[in-house]
């Protein structure tokens, strides 16, 4: 068990809906990264965020967003889901903002349909 | 554009062999190489990871095998065992962050 913890394992919803992922960290650690994992695009990094900042972002489309409250817990947001959009997301945290160890979540499981 | 390249895609080893996966990469930036193990089900787990300061660098039975100048890193895994079977991920992350850029991942099978 990595300590990241994400919810709800699994999620089916229709096109054009909006879900919320959920994560929370582990203990201690400042650091949250979201992942999508498709099988044709391999993990891709979405964004990171930092003790409630945005850090760094990758990916991650104009149709999503993501936040870091202040217990630290993330949640990402999908609106106007698509087919594509169907995937596995983790989330990962560290201690630090850079150049530390990631410890992922089980993954929550969208399927869009 | 993929920033990591990971071969091979898939793997078959005989229990007791010695299973290598591949990874090259372009960006300068990077500095932390990380390998991760990924069960069905699950997500990736921190399996091994390495700073270009070192060529090489062993925990246990894995081997992380770092080639500078080449931009590439492979994971070699000795006396592989069906436990052993599960896909493998390298990443980098450059020295300005600490996002991970993953290679496409090598689905291994380790036959009893």
Not at chain 2, 6 to 22: D, F, M
């Amino acid at each position: 068990d990595s300590g990241v913890t994400q919810t709800p394992k699994h999620l089916i919803t229709a096109t054009g809906q909006r879900v919320t992922l959920r994560c929370s960290p582990r203990s201690g650690d400042l650091s949250v990264y979201w992942y999508q994992q498709s099988l044709d695009q391999g993990l891709q990094f979405l964004i990171q965020y930092y003790n409630g900042e945005e850090r760094a972002k990758g990916n991650i489309l104009e149709r999503f967003s993501a936040q870091q409250f202040p217990d630290l817990h993330s949640e990402l947001n999908l609106s106007s889901l698509e087919l594509g959009d169907s995937a596995l997301y983790f989330c990962a945290s560290s201690v630090g903002p850079s150049q530390n160890i990631q410890y992922f979540g089980a993954g929550t499981r969208l399927s869009v349909l | 554009q993929q920033q990591v390249k990971q071969s091979p895609q898939s793997l078959i080893v005989q229990k007791g062999g010695i299973s290598i996966i591949n990874c090259a990469y372009e960006n300068t930036a990077f500095d932390y190489f990380p390998w991760y193990q990924q069960f069905p089900g699950k997500g990736p787990a921190l399996l091994i990871a390495i700073r270009p300061d070192v060529s090489e660098k062993k925990e246990g039975r894995f081997t992380i095998s770092f080639n500078k100048s080449a931009k590439q890193f492979s994971l070699h895994i000795m006396d592989s065992q069906p436990g052993d079977s599960a896909t493998y991920f390298c990443a980098a992350s450059p020295n300005t962050g600490n996002q991970f850029y993953f290679g496409t991942g090598t689905s291994l099978t380790v036959i009893p």
